[in-house]
């Protein structure tokens, strides 16, 4: 399947929309010195279009662990649940930061399943997170 191109001004347009970070675990551009992935939100290979609708910001982590998922487990019903939409829900609906700012933990059933299916709290982001926090760089407010 060939990919289909971002227009430079479809690219600005949603990285301005993203505020240059991901759509999931929030890492933004300005801390880890990289450009975001663009992601699509219905994956191409399930017939999701390269649309400004379909499109969103996400760190490489996030993209490769989301691969062409749609939705996953709620960890807490067992059911099948879609996963978050960055685009068109609440971050803070979905998800709240631990105490010590270190995890994320989902409080629906999107956040749930995307916590699980995307490893928002794997080993190497949380001990980054302890770091960033003991600076005073971690959690983004919003
Ligand atoms: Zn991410």
Same mark, same amino acid.
């Given at each position: 399947?060939?990919?289909?191109?971002?227009?430079?001004?479809?690219?600005?347009?949603?990285?301005?929309?993203?505020?240059?970070?991901?759509?999931?675990?929030?890492?933004?551009?300005?801390?880890?010195?990289?450009?975001?992935?663009?992601?699509?939100?219905?994956?191409?290979?399930?017939?999701?279009?390269?649309?400004?609708?379909?499109?969103?910001?996400?760190?490489?982590?996030? @993209?490769?662990?989301?691969?062409?998922? %749609?939705?996953? =487990?709620?960890?807490?019903? $067992?059911?099948?649940? +879609?996963?978050?939409?960055?685009?068109?829900?609440?971050?803070?609906?979905?998800?709240?930061?631990?105490?010590?700012?270190?995890?994320?933990?989902?409080?629906?059933?999107?956040?749930?399943?995307?916590?699980?299916?995307?490893?928002? @709290?794997?080993?190497?982001?949380?001990? %980054?997170?302890? =770091?960033?926090?003991?600076? $005073?760089?971690?959690? +983004?407010?919003?």
């Amino acid at each position: 399947m060939s990919r289909a191109k971002i227009s430079a001004a479809l690219a600005e347009e949603v990285r301005k929309q993203a505020q240059f970070r991901c759509g999931y675990c929030l890492i933004g551009e300005h801390l880890i010195g990289i450009r975001m992935e663009f992601e699509h939100l219905s994956p191409l290979a399930k017939g999701g279009q390269t649309i400004e609708e379909n499109l969103w910001l996400s760190c490489r982590n996030c @993209n490769g662990f989301k691969h062409t998922q %749609t939705e996953s =487990l709620d960890p807490e019903t $067992g059911q099948l649940t +879609p996963l978050f939409n960055p685009r068109t829900q609440h971050w803070f609906e979905h998800f709240r930061w631990s105490d010590d700012h270190t995890k994320i933990i989902g409080v629906s059933p999107e956040g749930r399943a995307t916590v699980l299916a995307l490893k928002l @709290n794997h080993p190497m982001i949380v001990v %980054t997170r302890k =770091l960033w926090v003991s600076v $005073g760089w971690w959690p +983004p407010v919003d």
